[in-house]
Structures are given as structure tokens and as C-alpha cells.
């Protein structure tokens, strides 16, 4: 077996430092990543030498109710992140219904067709159902005025006491700086400014007698639907060289796709009324070693963007690339009691690139 498929089983002995921020950067940027940075271990500090998230051992809220069954309508539910979610309402024995775009084969009797322009129907659906998680999604500039449409039409049909939630884009944020940010405010760049209107109106729903949450998540990983590692990959393949942005020190908080599904079951099993933001956060990790490692598995060295030409090559997430995004899952874990199964391994992320850039390759 060559050495390149064994890279899902070993470590990079990358970036291990403790100490506070300012001498974590001021050793990473010393830092080189060796000709044969490979060796067997432990995960360590893996990536980042960053202080992880410190979360109380209280005991957790009381108001949720996990382990009650529910009817649960998810939309996009084919999808990457719709899909993990769908997998995580099954196995916690609620009753599924997945909401499919038409032309989609359905695979169940509960599956049902809708377009997301129709949105009487999608009421419809919506009164039939304890709860709905909407994760359709689209790059595409205009899906966001079909998803607001759809989202309004989703709430507007449940019944009294169900409950709404939503994956949404943490860039919305803007740049949290290198420590996690537990309350981090709206500060969207120019081009985010109506998702972020539309995701306050979310969490600042009409109707009183239902709640809402939105879950974010910055870097998420664990499937070829990978939207990040994938533009990495794409533009290693154009450039024969793994681009990471300035010198690659940009913070971001990890998660598996596994975990951010089952962070939106969480979502709407709790009952508490409170319209919430909540964040998908494990591992932090730092961009160039993740340049490292996929262009190790590529067989391209990593560098950095070095023109306007290279930026466009990561298309939307160029500008998201120079920034940080780093939050704390603080009220996840403590609130919604999100136990994350795999993203705080940092393990997992290694295992998770190199499997995403090796199906690249055949």
C-alpha cells in the first residue's frame, strides 16, 4: 500500500503548542512542515495550539425534551448537510418526512414532492409536522429569495408549539478574530447584507407561539459535499499547488457533517422558547495546515495565493478564506446537549480531507 493511502491513518505532527495566542502564532509562523511530516500518534493539538473552548460541567438545561418522537419535515434532505440530518431523526426514532424537489426518487412513503416556489403546499406540509429543518440550499445568488419565501411559508404552517430551524452561513458574522466568539453579532460583509437581514428575520419570527434556532457552521467536512475542501482541491488542481491565503493562520471552528445534522435535531427536540443562534464548533483549525495536508495527499506542495487569478479560483469563499471563524458551541453542548461523536477528534479532520481529496484523484 503506498504511503499516500495510508494518510487517513496517521497524524501530522503539525502546529504542537500550548501557551496562549500570541506564542501559539509566534511558533507557528516559525513553523515548516518537514519533508516527511507524517508519523503515528495521538491527535494531540493536532492543528491549532489554540486554547479549546473551556464549557461548564454544570448540569445541563432540564427543558428539552429528547427522546420524545416527533414528525420532522426537513427540506433538502438529499443533500449534504439535509442528508446527515435526516439520518440523525431516524436513528433517534422520529417519523421522517423529507421534503423533495420534484424529479427527486422518493424512497419512502412519507417523502413528498414540493417545489419550494410553492409555498401553499409547503404550509400545507408544515401543519401535518411537530417540527421542520430547512437545509436546501444553493450558491446561486437568487435561491435566497426562494428560500425566504419557503422558509416564511414553513413557519407560517406549523401548528402552535412546533418548532423551525435552519442551517445558515457563519460568514454572516464577519471576521470573529482569533479567540471564539460565544454572541457574535451580525456583521456581514456588502454581499451577505440581505442573508443577514433574512436570517434576523428568522429569529425575529412573527408568530410568538413557535420557536426558532438557527445552526451555523464554518468548516465543515466529513463528504465530497464539502463545499471548502472541495474549492481547496479544485484550485490545487488547477495550480498543481494547495493555495491557503496570506501566511494561512485564519481560525476556523471544524465540524463533521455527522455532527452539524445532529446539531439541528437538537435544535428541535428542545423546547425551549427562546429564537436561538447556535454553532456547530469542534476542532479549530488553521487553513495552511489544511493546505498541507490535502496537497500531501495530492502530491502538490502548498503555498499562497499569490494573484487576483489564484482568488477566484476558491469562487464565493475567496473573500471567506482571508477572514477568522472561530465560535464557541458553548450554548449547543450546555443547552442543547450537543455531543459531538467525531468533531472534536482532530484525527477525524485529517481522515476526512484525505478521504475527500483522494476521490479526487480516481
Not at 88 to 117: K, M, N, Q
Request: proline share 6%; net charge neutral.
Amino acid at each position: 500500500m503506498s504511503a499516500r493511502h495510508e494518510l487517513h491513518d496517521r497524524i501530522p505532527e503539525i502546529f504542537r503548542v500550548e501557551g496562549t495566542i500570541p506564542d501559539f502564532l509566534r511558533a507557528a509562523r516559525k513553523s515548516r512542515i518537514p519533508k516527511r511530516p507524517w508519523k503515528t500518534g495521538t491527535a494531540g493539538s493536532l492543528f491549532c495550539g489554540f486554547r479549546r473552548c473551556r464549557h461548564s460541567t454544570a448540569a445541563p438545561d432540564t427543558g428539552g425534551v429528547q427522546g420524545e418522537r416527533m414528525r420532522i419535515a426537513i427540506t433538502g434532505a438529499t443533500g449534504f448537510v439535509g442528508a446527515a440530518a435526516a439520518r440523525c431523526a431516524v436513528e433517534r426514532g422520529h417519523a421522517l418526512v423529507r421534503i423533495l424537489r420534484p424529479g427527486s426518487p422518493h424512497h419512502g412513503p412519507a417523502d413528498v414532492t414540493a417545489d419550494l416556489a410553492d409555498t401553499d403546499l409547503l404550509s400545507e406540509i408544515a401543519r401535518e409536522v411537530d417540527t421542520v429543518i430547512h437545509c436546501a440550499a444553493s450558491e446561486n445568488p437568487a435561491f435566497l429569495a426562494l428560500s425566504k419565501a419557503a422558509s416564511e411559508a414553513l413557519i407560517r404552517g406549523l401548528p402552535k408549539g412546533g418548532r423551525f430551524a435552519m442551517q445558515g452561513g457563519s460568514m454572516v458574522f464577519g471576521d470573529t478574530g482569533y479567540e471564539p466568539l460565544a454572541s457574535p453579532q451580525f456583521r456581514p460583509p456588502e454581499l451577505l447584507e440581505d442573508r443577514a437581514e433574512f436570517e434576523r428575520e428568522i429569529l425575529n419570527a412573527a408568530r410568538a407561539d413557535i420557536s426558532t434556532r438557527i445552526v451555523y457552521g464554518s468548516f465543515i467536512y466529513g463528504g465530497e459535499g464539502a463545499a471548502i475542501p472541495a474549492a481547496i482541491i479544485h484550485a490545487a488542481m488547477e495550480r498543481e499547488a494547495a493555495l491557503f491565503f496570506g501566511r494561512g493562520d485564519q481560525v476556523w471552528s471544524s465540524a463533521h457533517v455527522s455532527d452539524f445534522g445532529a446539531l439541528l435535531v437538537d435544535a428541535v427536540e428542545h423546547e425551549m422558547r427562546e429564537n436561538v443562534c447556535l454553532f456547530a464548533a469542534g476542532r479549530a483549525i488553521q487553513m495552511k495546515p489544511v493546505a498541507d495536508i490535502l496537497g500531501q495527499v495530492l502530491g502538490v506542495p502548498s503555498r499562497p495565493v499569490c494573484s487576483e487569478a489564484e482568488a477566484r479560483l476558491f469562487g464565493p469563499f475567496a473573500g471567506a478564506l482571508t477572514i477568522n471563524q472561530h465560535f464557541s458551541s458553548e450554548t449547543a453542548r450546555e443547552r442543547f446537549r450537543w455531543c459531538p461523536e467525531i468533531s472534536d477528534d482532530g484525527a477525524a479532520i485529517v481522515r476526512g480531507l484525505t478521504r475527500q481529496a483522494s476521490r479526487t484523484m480516481l
